[in-house]
């Protein structure tokens, strides 16, 4: 299954909106939240106005169909570490986890960053066991 992988641009805003919603947490057998949740300030955050200054992205298509992303933006959100370091969010559509797609993005992604930042930040938020 061959991965075509492209820059992410502003005309992938509203696919960037469909993967922040894939991105968030949710634990086995728990209830997805309402769409609404991407509404709230501190996820929006991370998807809108894609394409400013320090967003770098990338999304792959598998067979035509645009089955995940990966991104980068310089804002002060869960995983805020400095002001140089970006945040990753980064998502693949459920039918096609497990196919080695999230691995090439991320590959990418941090080949790419790696001549821009001095790392980046990632933060997992999930519930207390």
């Known amino acids: 299954m061959p991965i ?16 922040l919603y894939h991105a968030i947490y949710v634990p086995a057998g728990a209830e997805s939240p ?14 809108e106005n894609w394409g400013q200054y320090g967003d770098l992205g990338f999304k792959a298509l598998v067979d035509g169909v ?8 310089l804002i ?7 002001e140089d370091i970006p945040e990753l969010t980064m998502a693949v559509l459920p039918g096609y986890r497990g ?4 691995t090439a993005l991320l590959s990418v992604l941090i ?7 001095p ?3 990632l933060s997992v938020v999930g519930e207390n066991p």
Do not use: C, N
């Open 66 to 73: 645009t089955a995940g992303a990966a991104w980068l933006r």
């Open 99 to 102: 196919r080695g797609i999230g």
């Open 34 to 47: 309402s769409r609404d949740i991407l509404d709230e300030p501190d996820i929006a955050h991370y998807a």
């Open 76 to 82: 002060q959100g869960y995983g805020h570490v400095a």
């Open 4 to 19: 075509d992988l492209r820059p992410l641009t502003s005309s992938d805003q509203s696919f960037l909106w469909e993967m």
């Open 119 to 121: 790392g980046i930040s």
């Open 111 to 117: 080949d790419t960053a790696a001549r821009s930042y």
